[in-house]
């Protein structure tokens, strides 16, 4: 069998809701091995990220991240996804780096969403106005057919372009649009909290996707302890990224304060009390992730 080269065009044959299918049934088998690499050049990095998923295969996601590159007309961020099987080792496929990342990214926020979100929720705040929102927007959308989005952004003018591309509306006013939100996806590279804890109204549910650094946070002390906590995946949060890390190292909350994570939910661990309870739930990514969307390209172009 030949190794395929999946490209962008695969995007034409997949589905929101039946990645998210895909995700859960990737966490109910074996829990992954992972494992992490950087090199460095400089201000250049070369990051691998690999995983093992027994009776599904094994990836390795490889990106080059180059800073300077923008200013030449270049990406910053450039690689690919090789997959293997997962009975031989062989190579099967080689996949679209930033195919992967933009599903992988937003279908594991909305598996959480499904989970997590009351269903009947309609109204939706995206915060930022990038690509990874543009994504949350076409994500809910597949899972929440009537909701109405608005958009903040640090910058009004992403918003409203943003807005015009997708006929989301736009706002200003950060508390308000939170207060009256049913969904909040958080999708920027904050250092400090933008989300307060006490604008959050009864039954609202927070997709934090946005922060990946130690130094990182987009919702504040409040926000945690008012909320019941959930993450993709405790190995890839808890102890790295700054939403969880810097409370749980002051004391604010304890690693058991997350009630559960994506392999939780063949027990039905991962799911809302009540219709009041507000939710939040960190999307830390992880190669897991990343081998899981892989493979779903992988079979949905196959069966093109």
Not at 62 to 84: D, E, H, Q, R
Not at 142 to 171: D, I
């Amino acid at each position: 069998m030949s190794v395929e080269i999946i490209g962008p065009e695969a995007e034409a044959h997949l589905d929101w809701l039946a990645l998210t299918d895909a995700i859960a049934a990737g966490h109910a088998l074996p829990r992954a091995e992972v494992a992490d690499t950087f090199l460095y050049r400089g201000k250049d990095t070369l990051l691998t990220r690999s995983a093992w998923i027994s009776g599904l295969g094994l990836a390795v996601k490889a990106a080059s991240i180059f800073p300077g590159n923008p200013a030449a007309g270049v990406p910053m961020v450039n690689g690919a996804v090789t997959l293997y099987d997962d009975a031989t080792g062989r190579l099967e496929a080689i996949v679209d780096f930033h195919l992967v990342t933009k599903w992988k990214t937003a279908g594991d926020s909305l598996l959480a969403a499904r989970r997590l979100a009351r269903p009947q929720a309609r109204r939706i705040l995206i915060v930022g106005a990038g690509q990874v929102a543009r994504s949350m927007i076409a994500a809910y959308s597949a899972a929440f057919p009537a909701a109405r989005f608005t958009l903040w952004n640090r910058s009004p003018e992403a918003a409203r372009a943003l807005a015009a591309a997708t006929g989301a509306t736009t706002t200003e006013d950060l508390e308000a649009a939170t207060r009256n939100a049913e969904i909040i996806a958080t999708t920027t590279m904050s250092s400090v909290p933008l989300i307060r804890g006490e604008w959050l109204s009864p039954g609202t549910h927070l997709d934090l996707i946005g922060a990946y650094r130690p130094d990182m946070r987009e919702v504040d002390d409040t926000a945690l302890t008012r909320a019941s906590l959930f993450v993709d995946a405790r190995a890839t949060t808890i102890a790295h990224i700054g939403e969880l890390k810097d409370p749980i190292a002051r004391g604010v909350i304890t690693p058991a304060s997350i009630r559960a994570d994506f392999y939780d939910l063949a027990s039905g661990g991962f799911a809302r009390s009540n219709a009041d309870e507000i939710t939040l739930c960190k999307n830390g990514g992880g190669a897991h992730l990343d081998l899981i969307c892989a493979q779903y390209i992988l079979a949905a172009w196959r069966q093109r």
